[in-house]
């Protein structure tokens, strides 16, 4: 074959576009830039960018009109990031290599099994950002749809440990806990950590934002203390207090992960191995050694029936084994909220009334974390079998845990007190009745209209729970809001939504 | 419940971007807008859009920056052109409704069964935009993972027809062919169509341009005719001369087809089931009657063996009969390129010189198309069983078929002369033996990185079959392209990719 001189590679100009696509790589180039027609790309091609600081894999939109200039090149945030480039940097385009791993996905769709190694690739490609979100879904449904067999989910799991960070305690016990399917309102982690570091345990809890719920544990918690901590100054807190509720976001657990449950969620598909790789994943990288898993059951959880929470808690059980650490599950009734507080600071208050045995506090909330740090107390061999209850119980109404959780909020920063928000609207019975049903679905979608997690103060206080009787005048629920437009919005949704809560009038 | 005032609806003012995200549906809305915030709506949310012209669903992207002005929503291209909107125009955004078409798709996945209904009502869902690519790469993967019964791929391809338009015809018999998995260059349909117009029967073929190929029949007859016309110009076209060769675009045939094909690609995932319901949805669609369908087989071939060969043919006859339309398969060689030019220009160059009865002409296109020509007058019971080549060659050699052609292209708008490109490099043999392999996939590439099918002159003319003896400096193949940088372009490829033909050495 002849020799041909190679012209030099063709580059563009990285412009960014500032455009969040959340985990997928995307770019936009020009539909008559020369690169675009030379390569024969078009939309939706996975093209490869190389820039002097590295390459990703990307998927392409074609541009017409003027939204770019002659020879640049838009990059969308987790492209702009994940290159790490600079405005004006020089980038070269080339077609993306075909997605090794995929085949293997191919090959389960096929009916074929994945095996560790396989798994490990498929992982950690798509931590490496070269799946899109195409291939993740096909990924989700495959493994939804084969039922990945105990060998599987083992495998699963491990390989989403690996692909990320892994912390590591000089500890012979790191205790830890995991809510399947949170209800609004159901904030007991500040409380059980403080009654389990109270203990004398090491209880080094890392938490999440919300994603599409009103508050995630890490949002409730920064209205007390700072929860964006480095891993180092994470580990002081641990050191010294025993205890910590961080946000997990400084440290990469399990990543994949937080890439699939996007996926998940836009598919409405949750299968019994994504639900168990993901929580052990989380957790195995964060260096539990004994981790206790509250399994709500209800007709509108996650889990519905006790038959199907048995088989849920006995799968955590085997796969945790295999992999190390101790799982032990609690069922918990799932129909309402625990607490009064729906939103970063009313949920927070909650959590102080608790602590502070005052007698505003929710009987709900703090029965449910006196059930839970009970049952970590036993796990961790500090109580006997039977008595971790009453030992939480005595740590609680001392005032230990109050003390203890102080402690850690001095520790991660200095303790805050919780803001209300400046608008309220206090919402009340029309009728005398019974309160009949509350929708959970309806009171979160409330509560982020009205601000929350974004505005710390903003949710909603409840004042009643399913059953009670209610006159005419009397309050139902309070909704806050830091602005009076988003308290309009607030009411706007509720106007139109009258089966929010429904109160079952008397007959005269 | 008390009552508020409803305030007024928010819209943002709609902007058109210009970019292409094929069949997704996009807008693109900033961070800090009031509407995203209290909506809470995050990256890839479906939401819902309304303007005066009707609504859609899209997904969301987020922008940080100034890329849109406050109170701007952009809109990509399938957006703009589904919702119909003008430059300025107000645009309402909620949150959208569950996709309830898909709950069937998740029924699918957990090992249920598809019913007619509904795929009926999931094919509607994917002609309306409703699905996003994640919707609709599950969808493909539970097809493929799950296996579909005969039943099943029936109703899928009923479904596929009833989602789009269909074309009716008063004769009662109307013939097609398809080819499953096109090799380059294998441009027989111009030919078949004109053998089997000018026998008198009827084959109003409708074709698609090239999505990844250098060029598509409807890309190739455009040399030679226009190929652009509406369903009225068609219908004349086919009453007054039997068979047409255009662009399938001006109907609606089988719109679910495209929008899944893209997604099929991506994933690499190629089931039997879509296959067939790809194939026939798009043949009943068009008012066909008798298909004949061309399979290759070959080692680089879509269907790799014989066995296969015959599975996909015994289930194409099944599913034909059950919609009422005969089907009948071909099995061929599948090893290499059949007629010598690869790009629409030099196809078409091919078409006419089998057509004319040159010397030069391709004798294995003319084999081919001989074969299936013939083939299809059988099946229409014009020609008996086994004398259906021989009416073929004859008409072909009469100059009837050619005669057929020339009408045609005339009725269609005027018959038009191949040009041929500029700018031209013959690769010539720097060695003396045999040529032992030619990579079909890299001659693909060549062809389009030398402008084909964007350019119809451009692509590339081979020499040389498999087992050719060459000498020193005897030419391989000449790159054709119509601007000198992209045949640079060609020839960088070429001398980065040296297998793309190997001649075997000998030893002297």
């Given at each position: 074959m002849p020799e041909f001189p190679?012209?030099?590679?063709?580059?563009?100009?990285?412009?960014?576009?500032?455009?969040d696509t959340h985990h997928e790589t995307v770019v936009f180039m020009r539909s008559d830039c020369h690169v675009c027609r030379a390569e024969g790309f078009s939309a939706l091609n996975r093209i490869h960018l190389t820039s002097s600081e590295g390459s990703i894999i990307a998927t392409l939109n074609v541009v017409h009109g003027d939204l770019l200039e002659a020879g640049e090149i838009g990059l969308s945030e987790s492209s702009w990031q994940r290159?790490?480039?600079?405005?004006?940097?020089?980038?070269?385009?080339?077609?993306?290599?075909?997605?090794?791993?995929?085949?293997?996905?191919?090959?389960?769709?096929?009916?074929?099994?994945?095996?560790?190694?396989?798994?490990?690739?498929?992982?950690?490609?798509?931590?490496?950002?070269?799946y899109s979100?195409?291939?993740?879904?096909?990924?989700?449904?495959?493994?939804?749809?084969?039922?990945?067999?105990?060998?599987?989910?083992?495998?699963?799991?491990?390989?989403?440990?690996?692909?990320?960070?892994?912390?590591?305690?000089?500890?012979?016990?790191?205790?830890?806990?995991?809510?399947?399917?949170?209800?609004?309102?159901?904030?007991?982690?500040?409380?059980?950590?403080?009654?389990?570091?109270?203990a004398g345990l090491v209880m080094p809890k890392t938490s999440s934002r919300a994603i599409t719920s009103p508050a995630g544990t890490a949002d409730t918690m920064e209205v007390l203390a700072p929860v964006?901590?480095?891993?180092?100054?994470?580990?002081?807190?641990?050191?010294?207090?025993?205890?910590?509720?961080?946000?997990?976001?400084?440290?990469?657990?399990?990543?994949?992960?937080?890439?699939?449950?996007?996926?998940?969620r836009a598919l409405e598909l949750d299968s019994e191995a994504q639900l168990i790789a993901s929580v052990l994943s989380k957790k195995i990288a964060a260096g539990s050694s004994h981790v206790l898993v509250d399994i709500p059951v209800g007709p509108t959880a996650k889990v519905r029936d006790h038959a199907s929470?048995?088989?849920?808690?006995?799968?955590?059980n085997l796969v945790g084994e295999a992999l190390g650490i101790k799982v032990q599950s609690m069922f918990t009734d799932g129909h309402q909220p625990i607490g009064y507080g729906i939103g970063p600071s009313l949920e927070a208050r909650d959590v102080l009334n608790v602590l502070?045995?005052?007698?505003?506090?929710?009987?709900?909330?703090?029965?449910?974390?006196?059930?839970?740090?009970?049952?970590?107390?036993?796990?961790a061999?500090?109580?006997?079998?039977?008595?971790?209850?009453?030992?939480?119980?005595?740590?609680?109404?001392?005032?230990?845990?109050?003390?203890?959780?102080?402690?850690?909020?001095?520790?991660?920063?200095?303790m805050r007190e919780p803001v209300l928000a400046k608008y309220t609207h206090e919402v009340v019975s029309g009728a005398i009745g019974h309160v009949e049903h509350i929708n959970n679905r309806y009171l979160s979608r409330l509560a982020k209209l009205a601000g929350a997690p974004a505005d710390k103060a903003a949710g909603i206080e409840m004042h009643v729970r399913i059953g009670k009787r209610v006159e005419i005048g009397e309050p139902l629920f309070t909704i806050h809001a830091e602005s009076p437009g988003e308290l309009g919005y607030a009411m706007d949704f509720l106007a139109a939504h009258p089966g929010l809560m429904i109160v079952e009038e008397e007959q005269l």
């Open positions: 190679r012209q030099s590679v063709p580059t563009l100009k990285a412009r960014r576009l500032g455009i290159l790490g480039v600079n405005v004006g940097d020089r980038i070269e385009v080339s077609h993306a290599r075909p997605l090794d791993s995929f085949s293997f996905v191919r090959a389960k769709i096929f009916g074929g099994e994945f095996t560790a190694d396989r798994l490990q690739e498929i992982m950690s490609d798509i931590t490496a950002g070269r979100d195409v291939h993740l879904s096909s990924f989700v449904t495959a493994c939804t749809s084969e039922h990945l067999n105990t060998g599987e989910i083992i495998a699963l799991t491990d390989a989403m440990v690996k692909a990320g960070d892994r912390l590591g305690w000089d500890y012979p016990k790191v205790m830890d806990k995991h809510c399947v399917g949170g209800l609004p309102g159901n904030r007991t982690t500040p409380i059980v950590v403080a009654i389990v570091a109270a964006d901590l480095t891993l180092n100054q994470m580990r002081k807190v641990v050191d010294q207090e025993g205890g910590c509720i961080v946000w997990g976001g400084a440290v990469s657990l399990s990543p994949a992960d937080d890439i699939l449950i996007r996926v998940e929470a048995i088989r849920l808690s006995n799968s955590l502070q045995n005052k007698a505003s506090g929710s009987g709900m909330l703090r029965d449910r974390a006196l059930d839970l740090a009970g049952a970590i107390l036993e796990m061999g500090q109580s006997t079998l039977g008595s971790g209850r009453n030992q939480a119980k005595m740590l609680l109404e001392s005032g230990k845990a109050w003390q203890k959780f102080q402690a850690i909020c001095e520790a991660q920063g200095g």
